[in-house]
């Protein structure tokens, strides 16, 4: 069983500050895609990287593949309380028959 | 806007109980899926189908069943609800060779 593991599972920052949250894994996947749950809804796609080393942006969040596609970062500038949320890294399984691999989650809060 | 619709976002039963837990979907998507998930395991997945009366064991299948009669339709039956199946349900769905997810807004199912 191909496991992600995310960290930290718990952070609470400042409005304005900078962080990084990992997902790790020691299997190698064709793609990593990250998601947001708010309280009380189910996950929204942020973002999918497909190449080793891929950078995507999407506003103050930067994603990054791994070289080896066996992990991932997700780093917010300048967060804002918009940002809390429940963030998922999501892996597809070179054999995975479409289904996704899922991290167990970090839970992130930004406090004005 | 597409959807993803569960049927209820809450939902209280009793032990022994056969619960109906109802997904429906207006994007045409080929891939549907049932999550559960629960604090710091992530979402784990029940069991997902590829066609209309298809299905496919997931990860933790035990106590559950599902029916794709429609390709917009995907329901997950608890044959005998147990106090251990309290959780949050999260169904999805994606397009035919895509992993990208789409989920509903999640059913709190209570096992009293």
């Known amino acids: 069983t191909q496991l992600l593991e995310q960290s930290p599972q718990f952070l609470s920052i400042q409005e304005g500050e900078n962080l990084t949250v990992y997902c790790n894994s020691s299997s190698v996947f064709s793609s990593l895609q990250w998601y947001r749950q708010e309280p009380g809804e189910g996950p929204v796609l942020l973002v999918t990287?497909?190449?080793?080393?891929e950078v995507k942006k999407l506003k103050r969040l930067t994603f990054q593949f791994g070289d080896a596609r066996k992990d991932s970062s997700l780093h917010i500038t300048a967060a804002q309380p918009g940002d809390t949320g429940l963030y998922l890294c999501a892996g597809e399984p070179i054999q995975g028959a479409q289904k996704l691999v899922f991290g167990q989650g970090t839970r992130l809060t930004i406090n004005p | 806007d597409v959807k993803v619709t569960q049927s209820s976002r809450y939902l209280v039963k009793r032990t022994g109980e056969k619960v109906f837990l109802e997904c429906v979907q207006d994007m045409d998507h080929e891939n549907m899926f049932w999550y559960r998930q629960d604090p710091g395991l992530g979402l784990r997945l029940i069991y997902f189908?590829?066609?209309?009366?298809?299905?496919e064991k997931g990860d933790i299948p035990e106590g559950y069943s599902v029916s794709r009669e429609k390709k917009e339709r995907f329901s997950l039956i608890l044959e005998s609800a147990s106090t251990n199946q309290t959780s949050m349900y999260l169904c999805?769905?994606?397009?035919?060779?895509?992993?990208?997810?789409?989920f509903g807004q999640g059913t709190r199912l209570t096992v009293v």
């Open positions: 189908s590829y066609d209309v009366k298809m299905k």
């Open positions: 999805a769905s994606s397009s035919m060779g895509r992993t990208e997810a789409f």
């Open positions: 990287v497909v190449t080793g080393g």
